[in-house]
């Protein structure tokens, strides 16, 4: 699996857009990148998955360049109910492989 | 649809005593399974995963074992547990048929803590 990395911790206020970016240099051709939300006492919950360009759900949208090296997870408009982890996953179309999460991100939303 | 039942919710146990959390998938077949722990503050460690019945592959060398006596049934025991076991455990399932990256779809959890 891809190693990923991403900022330990992101403050923003509300209304404002949030966007969290995720290095993968070692990403490979079948490789798939995948975000989660976290809340506290609570598994993760998928938010999107893109393979490259622009993906958009009405959650958030996620943004790969060509290179594919990166990801940026883009929330619009955050309020204090976004404030949670987020993590970023890069791995293949087998199901077999096992999905190795990082330290995520900790977004804090302020009023 | 398919669902992921995790229990108990919380548990609270001796130093030295048994543990047996269990998790059952409904609304799908074959899937993988896998356990996390997550302790304090941190993040999530890939304890355990099975691609299929009898099937346990150990990403973390503990005194934790996992079993999977039926398709949709994963089991996570110790035999004594450490105050080091204490966490927040979660259990996961994923579709091995998509062909993109499976997402994860995980339960609600247990959080363990050892006394």
């Known amino acids: 699996l891809a190693k990923t990395t991403q900022p330990i911790s992101m403050d923003s206020y509300e209304g404002q857009e949030v966007n969290i970016t995720c290095s993968h240099n070692n990403i490979a051709t079948n490789d798939y990148i995948t975000w989660y939300q976290q809340f506290p006492s609570q598994g993760p919950r998928f938010i999107i998955q893109?393979?490259?360009t622009k993906v958009t759900n009405e959650v958030a949208s996620l943004f790969i360049p060509a290179d594919r090296k990166s990801s940026t997870l883009s929330l619009p408009r955050v309020s204090l109910s976004d404030t949670a982890v987020y993590y970023c996953?890069?791995?293949?179309?087998?199901?077999?492989?096992?999905?190795?999460f990082g330290k995520g991100t900790r977004l804090s939303v302020i009023a | 649809s398919q669902t992921i039942h995790q229990w108990p919710a919380t548990l609270v146990q001796p130093v030295g005593s048994p543990l047996s959390l269990e998790c059952t998938v409904e609304?799908?077949?074959?899937?993988?399974l896998y356990w996390y722990r997550q302790a304090a503050g941190r993040g999530l460690q890939l304890l355990f995963y099975?691609?299929?019945?009898?099937?346990i592959s150990s990403e973390v060398p503990q005194n934790l074992s996992a079993s999977r006596p039926q398709d949709r049934q994963f089991i996570l025991s110790s035999k004594k547990l450490l105050l080091s076991d204490s966490g927040f455990y979660l259990c996961?399932?994923?579709?091995?048929?998509?062909?993109?990256?499976?997402?994860?779809?995980f339960g609600n959890g247990t959080r363990l803590t050892v006394t």
């Open positions: 609304g799908t077949s074959n899937p993988n």
């Open positions: 893109g393979y490259k």
């Open positions: 996953l890069v791995g293949g179309p087998s199901g077999n492989t096992p999905l190795v």
């Open positions: 099975s691609v299929g019945i009898g099937q």
């Open positions: 996961a399932w994923s579709d091995p048929r998509d062909t993109h990256m499976p997402p994860l779809h």
